[in-house]
């Protein structure tokens, strides 16, 4: 599993920042509670107990059937989590409400540029916010889809295409 060894990673990369005597105050991470989370909040205990680590949730998943991104009491208990959480919106604020501290930011993972706001000709044209996947094919079907629909609906939609950081 190439997250786990990336975890071990995350243990070295802190035991070279600790050997070569960087000052670490504060780090945010995002957290998604994988084993490459696991490792990068092990590693930073270990070498930089007092530095302040924030995990930021700028994702919204249904937490109710996957709970493997909630940390269980026994991560807790263990200290395998962020000193802080960081979620956007009241709505993941429930689900994280185990952990020490949770706290309410804005969620900035897909914002959208500002650009001029655009005038509708028809009070039936709607503007589709499409936010692409990671997953390349997912993200190209999600185009095509997309296109479809703008053929079909040419009048009526307005269609905004959000890239994933990772593609």
Same mark, same amino acid.
């Given at each position: 599993?190439?997250?786990?060894?990336?975890?071990?990673?995350?243990?070295?990369?802190?035991?070279?920042?600790?050997?070569?005597?960087? $000052?670490?105050?504060?780090?945010?991470?995002?957290?998604?509670?994988? !084993?490459i989370?696991?490792?990068?909040?092990?590693?930073?205990?270990?070498?930089?107990?007092?530095?302040?680590?924030?995990?930021?949730?700028?994702?919204?998943? $249904?937490?109710?059937?996957?709970?493997?991104?909630? !940390?269980?009491?026994?991560?807790?208990?263990?200290?395998?989590?962020? $000193?802080?959480?960081?979620?956007?919106?009241?709505?993941?604020?429930?689900?994280?409400?185990?952990?020490?501290?949770?706290?309410?930011? !804005?969620y900035?993972?897909?914002?959208? !540029?500002?650009?001029?706001?655009?005038?509708?000709?028809?009070?039936?044209?709607?503007?589709?916010?499409v936010?692409?996947?990671?997953d390349?094919?997912?993200?190209? $079907?999600?185009?095509?889809?997309?296109?479809?629909?703008?053929?079909?609906?040419?009048?009526?939609?307005?269609?905004?295409?959000?890239?994933?950081?990772?593609?």
């Amino acid at each position: 599993n190439i997250s786990f060894f990336l975890g071990q990673l995350n243990v070295i990369f802190f035991q070279k920042l600790k050997k070569e005597k960087i $000052d670490i105050d504060k780090i945010i991470d995002w957290y998604e509670n994988q !084993p490459i989370d696991k490792g990068f909040i092990i590693g930073k205990n270990l070498f930089f107990p007092k530095s302040r680590l924030k995990g930021y949730v700028g994702f919204i998943n $249904d937490f109710e059937t996957m709970k493997n991104y909630i !940390p269980s009491k026994l991560e807790i208990n263990k200290k395998i989590v962020p $000193d802080e959480l960081l979620v956007s919106g009241k709505y993941l604020k429930k689900y994280f409400e185990g952990s020490k501290n949770v706290k309410l930011v !804005p969620y900035l993972r897909n914002k959208f !540029p500002q650009s001029k706001s655009i005038k509708l000709k028809h009070s039936s044209q709607k503007k589709i916010a499409v936010i692409l996947s990671a997953d390349n094919q997912e993200a190209i $079907d999600l185009i095509e889809i997309s296109k479809y629909l703008n053929k079909k609906y040419k009048k009526n939609l307005t269609f905004h295409l959000k890239t994933h950081p990772m593609t």
